[in-house]
């Protein structure tokens, strides 16, 4: 019984996580320390948290893709990008001690959140959407780096790529949504089998966890469609209200 219940609850916590990575981003934020709780060692815990990202991104890029919403070729250059730079922010993760991890993992969400309230604001454009030339090699360059820092951990990457994309690249949140997801998928591939190989996968836990994280994921990127941007907006603010709460009292 006890058993169940853990799944169970891991199950919902998918769930909701499906729900506000696709959305917004920050769901690692809650799954992470579910999973640790639940026993898992953090290098094991991040890597089985992957199995999530993986299903959950596949399934919202569907989503949106039923919706009308794409921006291929231009997510396919940017996932691949920073498919490689997640192998590297993988291995060290498996690589870097437990206590190490969790302090590095404190202070990176702390300068996340203080990006997000301190950054220009999120903009409703109605300009020119700038995908090829100087700003695709800007791109590529700076998914790279994200792509290193979403193979390490991943939490709260939707946020940046969020600003990324909608101040470099000037797409519109449902747009940038749509890209995210299908980028976060293309590069979570490498992070998960690297951590594969490494033995730092629980795939048990894993699967429960992507289950419900799909679910969330499917629904989220179909009615945020329906909705307009501003549901985008609202869960934006939601969620790094939460972080902000989380770093500074937990």
Do not use: C
């Not at 231009?74 to 969790?102: M, R, T």
């Not at 695709?136 to 990324?164: E, S």
């Amino acid at each position: 019984m006890e058993i169940i219940t853990q799944y169970g609850l891991l199950f919902l916590v998918g769930i909701s996580a499906g729900i506000i990575n696709t959305l917004a981003g920050g769901g690692s934020l809650l799954t992470l320390p579910v999973l640790i709780f639940m026993g898992l060692p953090s290098h094991v815990a991040n890597g089985t948290n992957r199995i999530a990202i993986v299903l959950q991104s596949f399934v919202g890029t569907a989503g949106y893709r039923s919706r009308g919403i794409s921006t291929f070729p231009f997510n396919f250059y940017l996932g691949i990008v920073a498919f490689f730079g997640s192998l590297i922010g993988a291995q060290i993760a498996v690589d870097i001690e437990g206590a190490v991890f969790n302090r590095i993992l404190s202070i990176i969400m702390l300068i996340v959140v203080t990006i997000i309230v301190f950054k220009p604001k999120i903009k409703d454009l109605n300009l020119s959407e700038r995908l090829s030339g100087r700003h695709l090699v800007y791109a590529l360059i700076g998914f790279f780096f994200i792509g290193i820092y979403g193979g390490f951990i991943n939490a709260g990457i939707g946020f940046i790529i969020i600003l990324f994309l909608n101040n470099v690249n000037r797409l519109s949140l449902i747009k940038t949504n749509a890209t995210k997801v299908a980028l976060v998928f293309i590069y979570s591939l490498g992070a998960l089998a690297l951590f594969t190989w490494n033995d730092a996968v629980d795939w048990t836990l894993g699967v429960v966890l992507a289950l419900g994280s799909a679910i969330g994921a499917w629904w989220s990127s179909r009615w945020s469609v329906d909705q307009g941007e501003g549901v985008i907006k609202i869960a934006m603010i939601i969620m790094v209200t939460a972080i902000s709460i989380k770093l500074w009292f937990f």
